[in-house]
């Protein structure tokens, strides 16, 4: 965590509840994005270094190698997030006692809201390849510890649906007809991974391992 996300989890949880605009919902996604990256990682690194596992052991490298990587974006995610909604905010308060200044602020609010839809979008992109990671973990990794692939799996989607919201609550601000057809094409892209990861956890818990 960093300084404007609270520098810590518990002062980011105080941030989070705090009459503050940020940081908010969007922020929480990348967190629970960067817990579910975590526990696909520790799934597959309890399951390398194991004879018995010898024949998945490039795989669950393979598997630790992406989330760690996408463990290591997440907090920046969750800045990146508050920075944007910050600017979304901050669009909405320029004056408008002219024609140029409603002009100019309409085209800030449009910016500042496809730059809000961005960021989200990058959140719910990564988290729909953490549940694909958590899938092959789930059947492949130590069955002792699958039920962290499967908590990973929950997080993930979790991301992708808050990530739905705010992409949605931004499209209506764009008016760019073009732009909000490509972010609604990519976050269709990362809707298609939500039953994926209700597949994921089903899987877990049919397995008696949960």
């Keep these: 965590m960093t300084e404007s996300t609270g520098g810590s989890l518990a002062g980011f949880l105080d941030a989070l509840g705090s009459s503050?605009?940020?940081?908010?919902?969007?922020?929480?996604a990348a967190v629970a994005l960067g817990m579910g990256a975590a526990l696909v990682a520790m799934t597959a690194r309890l399951t390398t270094g194991r004879r018995r596992f010898r024949a998945v052991q490039a795989d669950m490298e393979r598997v630790i190698e992406r989330c760690d990587a996408i463990r290591g974006s997440a907090l920046e995610l969750a800045e990146a997030d508050a920075a944007a909604y910050g600017d979304v905010m901050a669009a909405f308060g320029l004056p408008r006692g002219s024609a140029d200044e409603r002009s100019?602020?309409?085209a800030a609010i449009a910016g500042a809201s496809e730059q809000a839809s961005r960021v989200p979008l990058r959140v719910a992109a990564a988290a729909a390849e953490v549940i694909e990671l958590a899938a092959e973990t789930a059947v492949k990794?130590?069955?002792?510890v699958i039920s962290d692939a499967g908590a990973g799996a929950a997080l993930a989607r979790t991301a992708i649906r808050i990530c739905e919201m705010n992409v949605q609550a931004n499209l209506g601000s764009i008016g760019d007809a073009a732009v909000c057809d490509e972010l609604s094409g990519e976050l269709a892209k990362a809707l298609a991974a939500?039953?994926?990861?209700?597949?994921?956890?089903?899987?877990v818990l049919g397995?008696?391992?949960a």
């Excluded at 503050?20 to 929480?28: D, K, L, W």
């Excluded at 939500?194 to 899987?203: F, H, I, L």
């Design 20 to 28: 503050a605009s940020t940081p908010g919902g969007g922020a929480g």
């Design 104 to 106: 100019s602020r309409q």
């Design 141 to 144: 990794g130590n069955p002792n």
């Design 194 to 203: 939500r039953d994926a990861a209700d597949g994921v956890v089903d899987g």
């Design 207 to 209: 397995s008696g391992s």
